[in-house]
C-alpha cells in the first residue's frame, strides 16, 4: 500500500494501524507494575506466544523462586536468569515479561537492546505496594518491610528502564485498557523506526 493511502485508511479509523513486531516485546519494570497480566493480554490481543522469564527460570530449575532462593542463593538465580532470557531472545518475536532486576545486569541490557524492543510499565511506589503486598511468592519481599524495598528498587532500577525504547505509565485501572495504551505506544515506535513492519488492521 502507498504511503498516502496508509495514512488515509488511518484517518478514517477502523482498521486501525497494527504491526507485525520485527522483533520480540520486552516488558520490563518493578514487580507489580503489571508485566504478567499485561504481557498475557498483549500477546492475546496481536496473536504472539507469551513467556515470564521468572517461570521459565523455576521451570530450568524444576522449583520455585522462593527455593532458589534459599537453596542455592540470589547469585545462582540471576545466573539462571541471565541464560533463560537470552535463549527466550532467540527465539521468533513474542511477547515477555522480565524479571524486575534482571536488566539491571549489563549483559541482559545488551542482548535486550539487541533483540528486543523494550518497555517499560512505569508504576508509581503507592500502586506497587498495593499490588506486592496481596501476594507471599516474592522471595525478598517479607511482610512490613515492601515499601522500604520497592523504594530502593525505585532508586536502583528507574534510571536504567529509563534507557527502554517505550515508556507506558500504568494506572489503576482495567488491564485491558493498559494494554491497549501499550498497543498504541508500540505501533507508533514500529511505525517510526520499522515502517516495513506496520500494517492495517482492527484489533
Known amino acids: 500500500m502507498a504511503s498516502s493511502e496508509f495514512y488515509k485508511s488511518?484517518?478514517?479509523?477502523?482498521?486501525?494501524?497494527?504491526?507485525?513486531?520485527?522483533?520480540?516485546?520486552?516488558?520490563?519494570?518493578?514487580?507489580?507494575?503489571g508485566k504478567t497480566s499485561?504481557?498475557?493480554?498483549?500477546?492475546?490481543?496481536?496473536?504472539l506466544s507469551f513467556?515470564?522469564?521468572?517461570?521459565?527460570?523455576?521451570?530450568?530449575?524444576?522449583?520455585?523462586?522462593?527455593?532458589?532462593?534459599?537453596?542455592?542463593?540470589?547469585?545462582?538465580?540471576?545466573?539462571?536468569?541471565?541464560?533463560v532470557i537470552a535463549r527466550l531472545l532467540d527465539q521468533p518475536p513474542h511477547i515477555l515479561a522480565t524479571g524486575g532486576s534482571s536488566i539491571l545486569d549489563e549483559e541482559t541490557q545488551v542482548v535486550l537492546k539487541e533483540k528486543s524492543i523494550t518497555v517499560w510499565l512505569d508504576a508509581d511506589l503507592e500502586t506497587l505496594v498495593a499490588r506486592v503486598s496481596r501476594r507471599n511468592d516474592r522471595p525478598f519481599i517479607r511482610d512490613g518491610n515492601q515499601r522500604d524495598v520497592l523504594?530502593?528498587?525505585i532508586n536502583t532500577c528507574y534510571p536504567v528502564y529509563e534507557r527502554s525504547d517505550i515508556h507506558v505509565k500504568t494506572y489503576d485501572e482495567a488491564t485491558n485498557t493498559?494494554?491497549?495504551?501499550?498497543?498504541?505506544?508500540?505501533?507508533?515506535?514500529v511505525k517510526e523506526h520499522y515502517p516495513d513492519h506496520c500494517v492495517l488492521k482492527s484489533i
Not at 521459565?56 to 532458589?68: Q, Y
Request: glycine share 8%.
Open 10 to 33: 488511518i484517518r478514517k479509523g477502523p482498521p486501525t494501524i497494527s504491526f507485525m513486531p520485527p522483533k520480540t516485546i520486552a516488558l520490563v519494570g518493578l514487580m507489580g507494575c
Open 38 to 47: 499485561i504481557g498475557r493480554r498483549l500477546a492475546k490481543k496481536l496473536e
Open 51 to 83: 513467556f515470564d522469564s521468572d517461570q521459565e527460570v523455576e521451570v530450568s530449575a524444576g522449583c520455585s523462586m522462593k527455593e532458589i532462593y534459599a537453596v542455592f542463593g540470589e547469585a545462582a538465580f540471576k545466573s539462571g536468569e541471565r541464560r
Open 151 to 153: 523504594e530502593s528498587l
Open 178 to 189: 493498559t494494554v491497549d495504551r501499550v498497543i498504541f505506544a508500540v505501533s507508533e515506535f
